[in-house]
Each structure stands twice: as C-alpha cells, then as structure tokens.
C-alpha cells in the first residue's frame, strides 16, 4: 500500500467514526446535544487543530471543569482536560506551581502565598461567589453548646478544612474585630464532609463546612447554624478562583482562552440551571440530594480586584505577607477572557 493510499484510508476510518460519533450524539441527553451543536458551528480552526490537553485533578468533588466537559463545552475547542487522579486539596496550588497540574481550584490567599514564593502562576477565572443564599461556608454549633457570640468561642476548638485559605483567615479576621483572642482558640483540620460529625459529637466546638456537605449540618436537628460568610464580610471573601501554570499559558494561550470560556459557559448554566446542577452534584459525589447545597459562580468568570485586596490586606495583617511583596496586578488576568474588554 503506498502512502497515499494508506493516508486516504486513515482519513475514511476518521470520517467513518466521526459519522458514527454524531450519530450517537442524536440519541444522548438535551445537553450533550446543544453541545455537539456547539461544536458544529466552531471555528474550522479550533476543530481541526492540534489538541492540546491539560493536566487536570479528578476529585470527588462538584467543579466547573467536570460540569464542563459533561456539558460538552471542549468540543469544537483546542483542548481537553486529561485527568491525573486525585490530588489532596492542599496540593493542588503547588502542583499548578510546579506545573505537575495546569490548572486548580482554590482560594485566593493560598495563591498569593504561591505567588510571593515565586511560583509561576496566574488567576484567570473568578470561580464561586458568595451569596447570602449560597453561601461559601457555613458556621454550625452543638445547640446545647451555648456557644452563641464570638466571644464564646475563646477556649475552644473549630474545625475547618484547611489552614492558609478562606476558613482561617476570614474567621480570625471576624472574631478580631469582635475583640476575641485569636491565640486561645484551639484550630485543628478536619475535611469537610468529617466536620458535621465532628461537631455533632463534641470532637470540635465550632465547625466550618463548605458546600455541598454544609448541607447535612443545615439538616441536622442537633446542630445551630450561627453564621455565613455572607455575614462576615459580605461575601468579599469567598471568590474560589482557578489558577494556571504560567509555563503552561505562556505556550498555550489558545487552549487557556478555551478553558476560560469552558468555565464561563459551565458558571453560568449553574447560575441559570441550580436545581440542575444540585443533581449533578448529588451524582458526582454519590450525596443525597435533599442534603445538596446550590452553588454560586461569578457571571462570566470576570475576576474583579476587590476580593483579592482583600485576602492581601489579611494576609499582611497577619504577618503572612510582606507589605508590597505581592499587588494585585501580580495574582490574575482576565486577557484570557472572552467576556474581558479592551
């Protein structure tokens, strides 16, 4: 067989699959199909590039990038999310450091803190907001406690997922400003879907729990939710960006572009679809779904610069960041943004 030949027949085999592919398309949900539509009517460039894919996580956990590509919002684009396992919350920011991940989700301070050691690496979508009717995080106390004001919580224990993120540092931040001694309360981590118990036994005083799993806490009888984020700060606090690897967006501008607007599309269908969303994360994390708490995203992925100042400002009042080592300007971009102007 001649070359010629054997290019000819690949390119059969290709459009054969292609057809049938389609073909099964007409038989899949509502959504699969508005996506293979989507895809249609994509740029002959985008569809007939090179496919670049990026280095993913795939946690049990409900995210933009998995509702993405359940949604079909790649198709027709430059790239495709390759999936690495599971990778523990607090890796994921230095693995989009070190570039092992191209992108993750976390909150703002974890990537100011990466940023001022030097890791290469840029905000370029905003994430979840918080809503006074979503909240980011949940604050829930044992009833019989008779923990009720901040005051209350000195000699105590709280429970939160993680150190140097949102649970930490807006909580201090509140309770300062309620005049409570930080350094007598005892904070130990506890994953959020360990918390509910965790404080429903006694193993914690107060428990700080995120979506989805705030939910069982919100349904158990024994527990009293005493506060949101929402009421904190009013939700400045609880932007939950994604990050790059800047190696990555250096080299890969387009497959960024095309991630960002996969994220955009994604927040917005929760937005406009939440009971929708709530089943799908009721599946993907195998939760009932009576216990599913609605998420929030900023419209269009926009990152506004108020929420970062924020965590800036925290951070160097906690002594965590030198004054002028990071500005604002140095944690995101929205030149990836297909919403952005000028």
């Known amino acids: 067989m001649t070359l010629a030949t054997s290019r000819r027949s690949a390119l059969k085999t290709l459009t054969a699959l292609t057809a049938a592919s389609w073909g099964l398309a ?25 496919i670049v894919e990026f280095l993913y996580p795939d946690n049990p956990s409900f995210d933009l990038i998995y509702l993405a590509d359940r949604l079909g919002y790649f198709e027709g684009t430059s790239t495709r999310p390759k999936y690495v396992g599971k ?30 050691s030097g890791a290469d690496m840029k905000v370029v979508a905003a994430g979840g907001k918080t809503l006074q009717e979503a909240p980011h995080m949940k604050y829930f106390v044992k009833k019989s406690s008779g923990i009720r004001q901040p005051k209350d919580l000195e000699g105590k224990t709280i429970g ?7 649970a930490e540092f807006v909580t201090k931040k509140y309770l300062r400003e309620h005049g409570v001694d930080v350094n007598k309360i005892n904070f130990i981590v506890v994953p959020d879907n360990q918390n509910e118990q965790a404080v429903a036994t006694g193993n ?57 607007a996969a994220l955009a599309k994604a927040g917005n269908w929760v937005n406009a679809n939440p009971e929708e969303a709530r089943k799908y994360t ?12 609605r998420y929030a995203y900023v419209d269009n992925q926009l990152i506004t ?6 965590y800036i400002d925290i951070l160097q009042a906690e002594g965590k ?19 952005a102007k000028g």
């Open 282 to 293: 009721a599946e993907r994390i195998g939760m009932d779904l009576k216990h599913v708490e």
């Open 204 to 260: 914690v005083d107060l428990a700080i729990i995120h979506p989805p799993h705030s939910g069982g806490a919100e349904a158990n009888t024994d527990l009293l939710r005493l506060w949101s984020d929402f009421d904190l700060d009013g939700g400045l606090g609880g932007m939950s960006p994604y990050s790059v690897n800047g190696k990555f967006a250096r080299e890969n501008p387009q497959a960024v572009r095309d991630v960002v």
């Open 160 to 166: 939160f997922n993680s150190f140097g993120a949102c």
């Open 87 to 116: 990778v523990a919350a607090p890796q994921i920011i230095p693995l989009v450091g070190t570039g092992d991940i191209h992108f993750g989700a976390r909150m703002v301070p974890l990537v100011i803190s990466a940023i001022a």
């Open 26 to 50: 007409a038989c899949s949900r509502p959504d699969e199909q508005a996506a293979a539509s989507a895809a249609a009517t994509a740029p002959s460039a985008a569809r007939n590039s090179k």
């Open 305 to 310: 610069e108020p929420p970062i100042q924020y």
């Open 321 to 339: 960041l030198a004054p002028g080592k990071v500005k604002v300007a140095d944690v995101y971009t929205n030149e990836f943004n297909p919403h």
